[in-house]
Structure formats: C-alpha cells, structure tokens
C-alpha cells in the first residue's frame, strides 16, 4: 500500500474530515493520502478528533444537535448504522496511514514537532458550519507558517458571512500555498486577502479507475439500476423505475435505510453498505442515477451511464456536480424531469477520462511542489 523507498525524508500531515460517516469523505480522504505517499513522501492522515463532528455522528447522544424526525429515525435505523459506522473506520484504519497519536484539540500543538508539511483538505474544511468553525482545521496550530498548505479545499459555500471575515482573512493569509475545489473559493480567498490561488480537482480523480477498483468488492450481482441520493429528490426514484421499465434492470438504492424500505419496497439495497461495497456498486452497475457530486465522479471515474438531477426545488443547485459534467464534457447526463430518460445518449468517455488525466497531473505536480518545500 505505501512505498518502501522515499524520494524524500519529509513528513507529511494531512489533516481532513477522515472521520465523517460519508462515503465522499472516506474516500477522498483515502485518495489524497494515497496519491502523496505513492509521490514518494512519508505521509499521515492527521488522527484529529473535532469535538463538534464527533457530537455530529455519535449513535446514541448528541440529540441536541439533530431535529426530533432525525433522534426518532436514527433510533430506528441504530443497528445498520452501527454496522456502518465500524466498517467505515475499519476501512480507514486499514487503507490509510493514521498518525499514531489520536489528537484533539487541546493537543493538537504536540503535532508541529512531528510533521515537516502540512495539508488540509480536501472536503469542506473552510466550511465554519461544518466544524463549529474549528480552526485546526485552518492549521492555525502550526506555529511556522512556511509549513501551512491547502489542497482542494472548499469553503461550501458562497459568501463568508460578514462576522466571520475577519477571522477568516487572518486565517488564509497564514498558509503557504492555497488550493481551493471550486471557483467560488477561488473568488472568496481573492476577496478576503488580495490573493490569487489554485484550484484543483476532488482528490477521488487522483486515482483512477484501475486503481479504484483494487478496493471495491465485487456486489456479486449484474443488470441493475444504482440509486445513490444526498438529498431528498425531486425525481431521482421515479427516474430509476421509469428506467428500470425501459431496461428490464432491477434498483439498488445505496444507503436505504429501513424507513425507505417501507416507501420503497420495490427497491433493493441497505444502510450498512461500506465504502468498498460502495465502489464495487458503482464499478459495475449498468446505470446510476444520483444528486451526488461524489456519485457523479465515481460513475466517470468508472465509465458508468449516468443520470444526474443538478438543480432540486427544496435545495441549492449542485454546483460542483455540473461543473464536474461541463469540465468533462457529459452534460448531456444532467435531467430535469422524467422525460430526460433517454437511453440514446451519447456519452464521451475517452475525452472525459482524456481531461481528468491531465487535471491529475496538474494536481499531482502541485502537491509535489509543496511536499518538497519548492
């Protein structure tokens, strides 16, 4: 999994959401330590514990924080979730480098001594809502600000609220090197510091599909339709039936929880599902359709024939999603009503897999750069 020879004697700390029970989270965060350790550098996944998203994704307590429909749900659902949980840090535990001490944040200063370069990203970790505005995750620990760097982070948002900004400008000017996810952070960092700043793709693209595909477990099943959904959908489950109508496909619905089951009984699928089952499901379903950025970037990554809802009525557009589509050139994929399921699409794959290996070289050369100290 990690190199045994280094072209390097640098340390590297990559500080990011490892610990979130989400499938993009997990596997970004595997990517990115991955595709720094196969550069040739000593490199860990900072074992930070945020108070505020420990609270988040605690089974039993953290009620405070969740609405009353979310307690009732989560007791419901409370065994699958336990199951989910345990193979989500079963997977990190074993596929990526964890430092060796488990910090928090009274002592997380302790860490400056051990790590020659740190990283945070990618994920939202410049997003304040997500961690309670956490600033760790900012690296204002690092006391040599010639060793603060950022790759792909993202802010998740579009504007920084005006009692925020201040705080934020002293925080950005700290790092090194910045790279951002979207082009809406490329516009707030410029705006809150007079910098300008790269941007780069997700870390899952750091990875192709080959590689990907040695920590997918095979579903052990063929011809079906793969639902995976953040959001409630305006479309997506009527979608999937109208095209499991016109293909003869059965519905997987990754992340079904036992409530969906009752709504959903002509569905398949499970709330415990893993993140190596969750590739294998997307390396080998006939189709997907989804709302998800991270669901649109596996089903490029893997060649899939995918349909994506990118605007919802109760929620905001999925930017990232689109501009993931328009980048490769799979627009066409987008849908906006059930009229949209059209089996003739013409789906462009080479030039897409064409474009991501050359954004992967892009970030591959950036990340080189600052692991070295260049």
Same mark, same amino acid.
């Given at each position: 999994m990690f190199p045994?020879?280094r ?5 590297i700390g990559?500080?990011t959401f ?11 965060t595997?990517?990115?330590?991955r595709a720094i ?9 900072? /074992?930070?514990?945020c108070?505020?998203?420990?609270n988040l ?6 009620? +405070?924080q ?10 419901i ?5 336990? +199951?989910?949980m ?7 535990a074993?596929?990526? +480098? ?22 945070t ?5 410049f997003n304040?809502?997500?961690s309670?505005? /956490?600033?760790?995750?900012?690296l ?15 802010f ?12 934020y400008t002293r925080?950005?000017n700290?790092?090194?090197h910045?790279?951002?996810r979207?082009?809406?952070g ?8 007079g910098?300008? #700043?790269?941007l780069h793709v ?6 192709n ?7 997918a477990k ?14 409630k ?13 016109k ?5 997987i619905?990754?992340?079904q929880?036992?409530? /969906?089951k ?8 499970n709330l415990s ?7 294998g ?8 359709v989804t709302?998800?950025?991270?669901g ?5 990554i893997?060649?899939r024939?995918?349909?994506v809802?990118?605007?919802?009525k109760?929620f ?13 050139g799979l627009?066409d ?7 949209? #399921?059209?089996l003739?699409?013409?789906?462009d794959?080479?030039?897409a897999?064409s474009?991501?290996?050359s954004e992967?070289?892009?970030a591959? /050369?950036?990340?080189?750069g600052? #692991?070295?100290?260049?």
């Amino acid at each position: 999994m990690f190199p045994a020879e280094r072209v390097s004697e640098m340390k590297i700390g990559v500080i990011t959401f490892h610990r979130a029970i989400n499938y993009g989270a997990a596997l970004q965060t595997y990517a990115l330590q991955r595709a720094i350790s196969d550069l040739g550098f000593d490199t860990e996944v900072i /074992d930070y514990r945020c108070e505020h998203m420990e609270n988040l994704y605690k089974l039993i307590g953290g009620f +405070k924080q969740k609405t009353f429909k979310q307690n009732i749900r989560g007791f419901i659902n409370l065994i699958p979730s336990w +199951k989910k949980m345990n193979s989500f840090r079963s997977m990190i535990a074993g596929n990526t +480098k964890l430092s060796p001490v488990a910090y928090d944040s009274k002592s997380i200063a302790t860490a400056n001594q051990r790590y020659d370069v740190f990283i945070t990203g990618s994920d939202q970790v410049f997003n304040y809502a997500c961690s309670d505005f /956490d600033k760790n995750y900012y690296l204002s620990f690092v006391e040599d600000t010639r060793k603060i760097n950022s790759y792909a982070a993202s802010f998740g948002i579009s504007e920084i609220p005006q009692e925020y900004q201040s705080e934020y400008t002293r925080l950005l000017n700290r790092f090194n090197h910045l790279s951002v996810r979207e082009e809406s952070g490329r516009r707030i960092v410029r705006e809150l510091t007079g910098r300008d #700043c790269a941007l780069h793709v997700d870390p899952v693209f750091l990875l192709n599909a080959a590689e990907w595909s040695k920590l997918a477990k095979d579903p052990g099943i063929d011809n079906y339709i793969l639902i995976y959904r953040l959001n409630k959908s305006n479309i997506i489950d009527d979608f999937a039936r109208k095209l499991a109508k016109k293909t003869g496909k059965r519905v997987i619905n990754i992340g079904q929880d036992l409530i /969906d089951k009752v709504k959903n009984p002509d569905f398949e699928g499970n709330l415990s599902t893993s993140v190596e089952e969750f590739l294998g499901l997307f390396k080998h379903a006939d189709y997907v359709v989804t709302n998800s950025f991270h669901g649109t970037a596996f089903s490029v990554i893997f060649n899939r024939k995918l349909y994506v809802e990118t605007k919802q009525k109760d929620f905001k557009k999925n930017d990232r999603a689109e501009n993931l589509l328009k980048l490769t050139g799979l627009t066409d994929s987008i849908i906006e009503t059930l009229d949209d #399921c059209n089996l003739d699409i013409v789906r462009d794959f080479e030039h897409a897999q064409s474009v991501l290996s050359s954004e992967r070289e892009s970030a591959l /050369d950036y990340l080189r750069g600052i #692991c070295s100290n260049e």
